[in-house]
């Protein structure tokens, strides 16, 4: 979810934003403010994705506010009915600057724009995740029922568009997640990336045989299973096996 603070001192134009952006399901208004002292005082108690905030107000404007609030972490973006302050918003290094009235595809612009950067975000946090130890569990759904099941249990993931399918000693279930994010918190010296689809447990593998395609591999799996070895994974696969890993 997308938090977000609105503030200008004009309470239609407060209420014609939360209009625009009630059909944003990812979106949740955490706060209304009048003025830009009003604004800090929320932010001391709510945390912030994004500010939509008016230029021209009593007490303490949007650039006095900016200002101030520069240490804060979140997105900011100008609604004003003047063009001429564009200048010294992005000189405060806002996000964005919107001209009133506000319209739907310009809003929808600015907040694709901000759900891009919290995504890049969000990834790079992954990168800093260490690997999931063997004995770390997964809830996983298997017909009706929820179970818990070890890193340790699970002998394959294999990408199925937006999810990805496990295998384990318990049956096949599904997550919701991309292939890569799942190798990234995977041991890579106890799971295989056999292809750009399926990711294997090496201690699993029964065996080994020529692929179908040239330059190709086969793995064979203790519970059956045939997987094919992409021809730009086969040295790293034969290394693993080889005398030299030992």
């Given amino acids: 979810m997308l938090k977000v603070l609105i503030v200008d001192d004009e309470y239609l134009a407060r209420l014609e934003l939360t209009r625009l952006l009630s059909k944003y399901v990812d979106i949740e208004i955490v706060g209304e403010a009048e003025d830009g002292h009003q604004a800090l005082e929320l932010l001391k108690k709510t945390s912030v994705d994004l500010a939509f905030v008016d230029i021209q107000m009593p007490e303490m404007d949007g650039l006095e506010f900016a200002k101030q609030a520069e240490s804060q972490q979140f997105q ?11 200048v010294d918003a992005f000189e405060l290094n ?51 029922d929820y179970k818990i099941v070890r890193i340790n249990e699970i002998c394959r993931f294999e990408s199925l568009g937006n999810h990805v399918a496990v295998y384990s000693d318990s049956g096949k279930s599904y997550l919701h997640i991309s292939l890569s994010k799942v190798e990234k918190k995977l041991d890579p010296a106890v799971f295989f990336k056999a292809s750009r689809s399926d990711i294997v447990r090496v201690d699993q593998i029964d065996k080994i045989e020529e692929g179908m395609a040239s330059g190709s591999l086969q793995v064979h799996m203790n519970n059956g299973q045939e997987i094919d070895v992409s021809r ?9 096996f080889s005398i030299d890993s030992f």
């Fill in 94 to 144: 806002a996000f964005d600057y919107i001209v009133k009235p506000i319209m739907p595809e310009r809003l929808e612009a600015v907040l694709n724009k901000v759900r891009l950067i919290q995504e890049t975000h969000d990834e790079t946090e992954q990168d800093d995740i260490q690997c999931l130890p063997d004995n770390h569990g997964l809830l996983l759904k298997f017909g009706s």
């Fill in 232 to 240: 730009r994974q086969v040295q790293l696969l034969r290394k693993i």
């Fill in 76 to 86: 900011l973006v100008f609604c004003t009915a003047f063009s001429e302050h564009a």
